[in-house]
Each structure stands twice: as C-alpha cells, then as structure tokens.
C-alpha cells in the first residue's frame, strides 16, 4: 500500500532536518516556530512584493540567482560550512531586493538523468520498524585495523544519529561500516540517485551542490568532519544534493540495510518507551496526546557513570529526569534514600 505525500511536504522536511542538523538547537519545539513562522513571513513578504511589481519586472526575477562562493573557515577549521546567503526561491524574495546579475557559467557536469524536480505527489515505502526480524545472521562485518577502528570511533563520536545507541548497538554499527577512499573531483553522491549508504568523513573537503531549475550551486563545504546521505534512507526519497570532494580523502560508509535495522529502529523504540513514560505521570494527565508527544519530541539521553552527581540541592531547577536504567542515590536534609528502579521516574519519599 502505497501512500500519496501532498507536493511540497518532501522538500520541506528535508530542508528544516538540514537546519536542524546544522544549528543543534537545544530547544527543538521553540527551534521549529522560529524556523516556520520566518517561512511564513518571508512567504507573505514574497506574496506582497511580486503584487506591487510591474509585470515586466517580475517576469525577469524569477529564478536567475546567481551562485555565491562558499563560506570556509580559517586553514585549521573542521565541520560543515554553509554559504554566507542560502539558497533562495521565490519565497525568499524581499520587497526592496534589485534584480541579481547573470549566473556564472556551470562549475561542475550535471548529472544525465535528474530525477529530483519537483512533482505532484511522492509515494514513499512503507516502513514498519516492527516487522523487521533482528537477524544476528543479516548482520555485516567489514574487518578493520586498530587503527582503522580509532579513527572510525573519532569520526563517529559526535554524530547525532548515534547518540542514543547503546553499547552493542554502536558496535554494531562500527563492525557494519567500511572504509572508502575518494579523489578530488569525485562525486561521492549525486542528487536525484537513490539513497544506497550513509556516509561519515573521516578526512578531506567536499563541497555541497544542490540542483534547482537546472542550475547547480555550491550551498555549504564539510572541512574534515561531518556526514551525510541519511536523509534518503530515513524518508525513501532521492538524494537531496551533489556531495563532490575537492581534496583526496577518506569516508566511512554504512550500509542502508543496517542503518535501518539499528538506527531507525532503535529511534522508534525509543519513542514508545518515551510515550510509554509520559503517559505514566500523573501530573502531565490534562495534556492532550499531541501535547505529550511534543513533550517526548524533546527529551534526551544522557548516560551517568558510577558515582557521579546528577543534581545537587538547591540548584536551580531546569530539567526533571526519568531513569532508564540504573540505580540512583538520593541524598537530601543529610537524610538517606535508596531509589532501586530499573526504569521510571524517581519516587520520593518527603520527610520533615
């Protein structure tokens, strides 16, 4: 059973995961009304100047924008780089704005075949996290050194994706991924392919292009650092741009089979345990259900190692916590408790 997707909705979840993956914001619901109201505004804004233009005018003004070079950062700078002026359409437009000179010639060979332009209706593949058996069997090793498997580690440790996999499963994910070298020049992805692995840098430089209304542009850089290639395997849509190296270097792959399996899947067990707690308490029961699935939107793990502080008293207040796992000593009035639950929140006993 296949299901229709209104036109449009692809392009613009894809765009605010983009945005998110870039700023990491810490409040991701308060992140969301800023990044879709100023949409919101710079739509209307568009709306109104294109009324108040003479016809002649904005039939010149359409889509010419010419490509602006990347912003990169100082020789000793890791990370993704976006360009100084993002990507406009139309809706970017503002009322005062002078028609842009012509774009340069093209930087790099399109692609033959563009399967990316924008259509009415996308049908995506169903995907049930359930029905997938955890086949020890289906399971892909690719060998490494020592020191292939530290330089893996490094180039993973700050990968969001991978923040909430424990132990086993991370290793899993190591085992899975394999290492390949690319030369400057090479396009890693194309935009319009289908999604066949996700991709961490372990070393070199790589420019993002996008492809709108046949023209390409250079959008951003990755310096060393970064990944890229989820969003096709997460929405089961067409690559979203052009990842081309401009140095020789070194990625890691993983294969989409097993970033399904474990990523995917483990997100989404994640989320039902975290409804699961939610729905629990007591004091969050007048919530209507969209509100408490907002609430599970943005809670976070975090992992304690024996002995450390979680919370001191007296400290001002600004998250509560539920255990997962693990035990937990609470120490409060120089008086004693012992919290032994293996997952739930933490029930005090309030004593004067």
């Known amino acids: 059973m296949s299901i229709s997707i209104p036109a449009g909705l692809t392009e613009l979840l894809q765009g605010f995961t983009v945005e998110v993956l870039r700023s990491q914001p810490g409040d991701?619901?308060?992140?969301?009304?800023?990044?879709?109201?100023?949409?919101?505004?710079?739509?209307?804004?568009?709306?109104?100047?294109?009324?108040?233009?003479?016809?002649?005018?904005?039939?010149?003004?359409?889509?010419?924008?010419?490509?602006?070079?990347?912003?990169?950062g100082p020789p000793d700078a890791r990370g993704v780089n976006f360009a100084e002026e993002p990507m406009q359409t139309d809706s970017e437009s503002g009322e005062d704005e002078q028609p842009p000179p012509p774009p340069p010639p093209?930087?790099?060979?399109?692609?033959?075949?563009?399967?990316?332009?924008r259509r009415a209706s996308v049908c995506a593949e169903a995907y049930n996290p359930d029905e997938e058996e955890d086949d020890a069997e289906s399971r892909i090793i690719h060998p490494k050194t020592d020191d292939q498997r530290n330089r893996l580690q490094e180039a993973c440790k700050d990968i969001l994706l991978f923040k909430n996999l424990d132990p086993e499963q991370m290793s899993q994910v190591l085992d899975a991924m394999f290492e390949k070298m690319v030369e400057g020049g090479e396009h890693v992805i194309d935009?319009?392919?289908?999604?066949?692995?996700?991709?961490?840098?372990?070393?070199?430089?790589?420019?993002?292009?996008?492809?709108?209304?046949?023209?390409?542009?250079?959008?951003?850089?990755?310096?060393?650092?970064?990944?890229?290639?989820?969003?096709a395997l997460m929405y089961n849509?067409?690559?979203?741009?052009?990842?081309?190296?401009?140095?020789?270097?070194?990625?890691?792959?993983?294969?989409?089979?097993?970033?399904?399996?474990?990523?995917?899947?483990?997100?989404?067990?994640?989320?039902?345990?975290?409804?699961?707690?939610?729905?629990?308490?007591?004091?969050?029961?007048?919530?209507?259900?969209?509100?408490?699935?907002?609430?599970?939107?943005?809670?976070?793990t975090k992992v304690y190692k024996d002995g450390e502080q979680i919370i001191a008293q007296g400290d001002l207040?600004?998250?509560?916590?539920?255990?997962?796992?693990?035990?937990?000593?609470?120490?409060?009035?120089?008086?004693?408790?012992?919290?032994?639950?293996?997952?739930g929140f933490w029930d005090l006993v309030w004593k004067f």
Not at 43 to 67: F, L, V, Y
Not at 106 to 117: D, E, G, K, S, Y
Not at 261 to 286: D, G, H, Q, T
Not at 328 to 339: D, S, T, Y
């Open 191 to 231: 935009q319009g392919d289908d999604g066949d692995n996700f991709y961490v840098i372990d070393r070199g430089t790589y420019d993002i292009y996008v492809k709108c209304d046949g023209v390409g542009r250079c959008v951003g850089t990755y310096d060393n650092r970064g990944c890229f290639g989820e969003l």
């Open 28 to 72: 991701l619901l308060e992140f969301a009304l800023q990044y879709f109201g100023r949409l919101k505004e710079e739509a209307a804004t568009a709306k109104d100047a294109a009324e108040k233009e003479p016809s002649g005018r904005r039939a010149g003004t359409g889509h010419d924008r010419g490509a602006q070079p990347p912003r990169r």
């Open 237 to 300: 849509t067409p690559r979203a741009a052009t990842i081309i190296a401009t140095s020789p270097g070194s990625i890691w792959g993983l294969d989409r089979v097993t970033f399904r399996r474990i990523i995917v899947k483990n997100n989404a067990k994640k989320r039902r345990m975290y409804e699961s707690f939610i729905e629990s308490l007591p004091f969050l029961k007048s919530l209507e259900v969209s509100e408490r699935l907002k609430v599970v939107d943005v809670i976070g």
């Open 317 to 343: 207040a600004d998250s509560f916590f539920i255990v997962e796992s693990g035990e937990v000593r609470i120490i409060m009035a120089r008086k004693l408790w012992m919290c032994r639950h293996s997952k």
């Open 106 to 117: 093209q930087q790099f060979p399109a692609p033959a075949v563009n399967r990316f332009t």
